[in-house]
């Protein structure tokens, strides 16, 4: 057995043991919305400036890091933004990576804005489900958090596509919860997404990037929202489907659905985080909240010939053996130790719609 076929087929892991089984990869670094808490639109206006469409990966490239990806371990891509469904023909990509072998699930994050006419053929292209970005059923509410570029009800009927659609493992609803903002709306939310099989993950609002004006005080836990939710529809704990499974799951006790929370603020999960992140220009970084990536775009366009992927695998093995990040662990212990550290980090982090979520 060569060293190389030995090196292939073992999954490789972090400094701390972690597997690398996810890999979020973002198409688009621009987005149609303006949400606060992601590309305030002060910020990003009309003269910033985004990435070249020669700047960003084709989608040869793409794949090419999907399937070294999958030679180390990766079992599930996420395709995220920006926003995904600006990215033209996208369903080719989804065709692509679907023949990739070892891949079990592809997963798409989207505000829901271009879903209505995308899902039908996305679905036929192997994508197996969707998560759409949705904080209010308030149309001002909605309005405000999305920067005043979205419409409600084209979100709305892009969820409808999607559910009509068939994804085989559904639709999910991430919301964003922030107090003051949207966190009164929750139970609308709920009552209009019950028993329709989409189940909504409440997100506690995080120090993502260094330009949302994060506080801790805007944060609704999880276990304060769950108790709210308790007393209006009682719920049951649901069992985590595998481990490093980043939601807490809950189904209601008079069958309404499922619903879960993610609360990497006030109960970090870093220790089973098994996820990746490829930006649109090809940088690799290991946790949402990184400082810094490292580039494989370098290295996908080499001009030299290559028989394989040798060169890429060793350079994506590297970046994940090396990997020590655990940053909502480490704000949770420096809060414990002081009371100062109320705001966000103090390092310039890698902006959310430049990595996706």
């Known amino acids: 057995m060569s060293a190389e076929f030995s090196f292939k087929s073992r999954p490789v892991a972090d400094r701390v043991g972690r597997p690398l089984r996810d890999l979020r990869i973002s198409v688009m670094d621009r987005c149609n919305f303006r949400c606060p808490y992601c590309m305030p639109d002060s910020l990003y206006h009309e003269g910033f400036r985004f990435l070249a469409p020669e700047e960003r ?42 023949r990739i072998p070892g891949i079990e699930d592809i997963a798409l994050t989207t505000n829901g804005m271009l879903l209505r006419r995308q899902a039908s053929a996305l679905h036929a292209a192997g994508l197996h489900r969707v998560t759409v970005s949705l904080d209010s059923l308030d149309p001002d509410v909605f309005a405000r958090m999305s920067g005043g570029r979205g419409d409600l009800t084209t979100v709305l009927d892009g969820i409808e596509a999607a559910r009509a659609a068939g994804f085989p493992r559904g639709v999910k609803i991430n919301t964003v919860v922030q107090r003051g903002v949207n966190d009164r709306g929750v139970p609308a939310l709920l009552a209009h997404f019950r028993h329709t099989g989409v189940i909504v993950r409440f997100i506690e609002y995080m120090d993502v990037g260094n330009r949302n004006g994060w506080e801790r005080g805007d944060v609704v836990t999880s276990r304060d929202l769950m108790t709210r939710i308790d007393a209006l529809w009682p719920l049951d704990p649901v069992s985590p489907a595998y481990r490093g499974e980043v939601a807490t799951r809950y189904r209601y006790a008079d069958g309404g659905g499922e619903i879960g929370f993610v609360s990497s603020v006030s109960a970090p999960f870093c220790g089973d985080c098994s996820r990746a992140r490829l930006s649109s220009d090809g940088q690799v970084f290991t946790c949402l909240f990184a400082t810094s990536g490292t580039d494989l775009r370098t290295i996908l366009r080499d001009p030299a010939p290559a028989e394989d992927d040798g060169a890429l695998r060793r350079a994506l093995a590297a970046i994940w053996q090396r990997r020590a990040d655990r940053y909502s662990e480490e704000r949770q212990e420096r809060r414990s130790r002081t009371a100062i550290s109320e705001h966000g980090g103090e390092d310039d982090k890698i902006e959310m719609h430049y990595i996706g979520g």
């Open 57 to 98: 990966l084709d989608f040869g490239e793409i794949e090419r890091v999907a399937r070294v990806a999958a030679d180390l371990g990766v079992t599930k891509l996420r395709l995220t933004g920006g926003e995904p469904l600006l990215r033209p023909d996208l369903q080719d990509l989804v065709a692509r990576l679907a």
